[in-house]
């Protein structure tokens, strides 16, 4: 068997243990634009899946770092409570959590609400947080809204609907 097939065979069979959907490898997927933004955002409480929505998935990994999801994105997010599928807006919030340690320097999926923020900013949005926005989620999150309700807004948010 050539090497591309099997990478491509190894990513479907992480997928479908990851509870992604093996016909639609993640490593060959671009990330979500457009339209299929919009949809999510309308839809940030559905549940979504590593392979189903590999495009979503993306769209994290690439505003996070810059690049493609890694191979063990999978495993990853398990450590940060998302199974591979589930609402889409935990998988933001997972992702925001690995940020955030990532900043911080401690894998322990403990953050500080001024980093989960700053991380928040970074995977959804692929951008630092000025200071105003930044202050104000800070007094949202302080205001009992909790980090569930601010991933929402921030999917719900027209300049996460408007990534190019």
Known sequence: MKRGRMAARIAAVVLSGCGGDPALPLADTKPATGAALKEYSKNATEIVGLGRNADLVQRFCVNMTG???????????????????????????????????????AADLQSSDEIYVKAL?????????????????????????????????????????GQP
Request: glycine letters at 12%; one cysteine or more.
């Open 121 to 161: 900013y970074r995977v959804a949005l692929a951008r630092e947080p000025d200071a105003g926005g930044e202050s104000s989620n800070l007094e949202f999150l302080n205001s009992s809204n909790g980090r569930p309700v601010l991933v929402r807004a921030f999917m719900r948010s027209q300049e996460f609907k």
């Open 67 to 105: 690049a493609a999801c890694p191979a063990d994105i999978g495993g990853q997010l398990k450590t940060a409570g998302f199974l591979g599928e589930g609402p889409a807006n935990e998988l933001s919030d997972a992702f925001a959590m690995l940020e955030a340690d990532r900043i911080d320097g």
